[in-house]
């Protein structure tokens, strides 16, 4: 039964960084109220919402009475200290130390340079046409698959999961790369370790409901 709160979650149907909470919330059983903006149509920058997260980005997370929590990892750290069960950490600091340095080469070394308003201003002003934007986004996607398949075909951590046989943040975020790669086809086979991984993940309710095409705003 998901635990009733006052949390409201704003989010865009195909946000990666959204993707990342909605999991998080499914998996620990957290009801919340979404508000589903248009990126495309540029709802991230109405007063209203520059209000909440004045960097027009999402997710942004808020309950009554607190500042509004943004960027998906800090709203992450959030609800596992909040609401510790399932734990997504591991208890011991070592390992928490490698999931966190797992999600942080998706997150923070893969993901920004894809974003579309990374996209936008190379197209604005670097005249990349759209098949450079493409180009520039497989580039990073695939340097950030093979890094992660080599960690995690060497560690022995790794089990049905990044971090053993339990869903933790790691997951998370590799488990969002899933529509990425079947949006651009990219053949899985040189990573053979991501592709187990993402599939178990994608075999969960959690990751399952929090598919891009079924959330608020999705085209049909």
């Known amino acids: 039964m998901a635990t009733t709160t006052g949390l409201h979650l704003y989010g865009f149907w195909r946000s990666m960084a959204a993707y990342r909470v909605r999991v998080a919330l499914n998996l620990k059983g957290i009801a919340?109220?979404?508000t589903a903006l248009d990126l495309n149509a540029g709802d991230q920058f109405a007063p209203e919402y520059l209000a909440v997260n004045p960097e027009g980005a999402?997710?942004?997370?808020?309950?009554?009475?607190?500042?509004?929590?943004?960027?998906?990892?800090a709203i992450l750290e959030f609800l596992e200290e909040r609401y510790p069960d399932p734990p997504l950490l591991p208890v011991d600091p070592y390992g928490r130390a490698r999931?966190?340095?797992l999600a942080a080469l998706i997150v923070s070394d893969t993901h920004p340079l894809m974003v579309p308003r990374v996209t936008a201003y190379l197209a604005e002003h670097a005249g990349f046409d759209e098949a450079a934007q493409r180009e520039w986004s497989l580039h990073w996607v695939v340097r950030g698959l093979s890094a992660m398949e080599a960690r995690l075909a060497r560690d022995t951590e790794t089990g049905v999961f990044c971090h053993g046989d339990q869903v933790t943040f790691a997951d998370i975020c590799?488990?969002?790369?899933?529509?990425?790669?079947?949006?651009?086809?990219?053949?899985?086979?040189?990573?053979?370790?991501?592709?187990?991984?993402?599939?178990?993940?994608?075999?969960?309710?959690?990751?399952?409901r929090a598919n891009p095409r079924l959330q608020l705003g999705a085209p049909a």
Do not use: K, W
């Not at 079947?182 to 040189?190: E, I, K, Y």
């Not at 990573?191 to 994608?202: Q, S």
């Open 99 to 101: 999931v966190r340095s």
């Open 174 to 208: 590799l488990g969002n790369l899933g529509a990425v790669i079947r949006m651009a086809r990219l053949d899985t086979a040189p990573y053979p370790t991501v592709a187990r991984i993402i599939a178990a993940c994608e075999a969960m309710e959690a990751f399952q």
């Open 32 to 34: 919340v109220t979404e």
């Open 58 to 73: 999402v997710p942004a997370l808020v309950e009554p009475g607190h500042a509004p929590l943004t960027q998906s990892m």
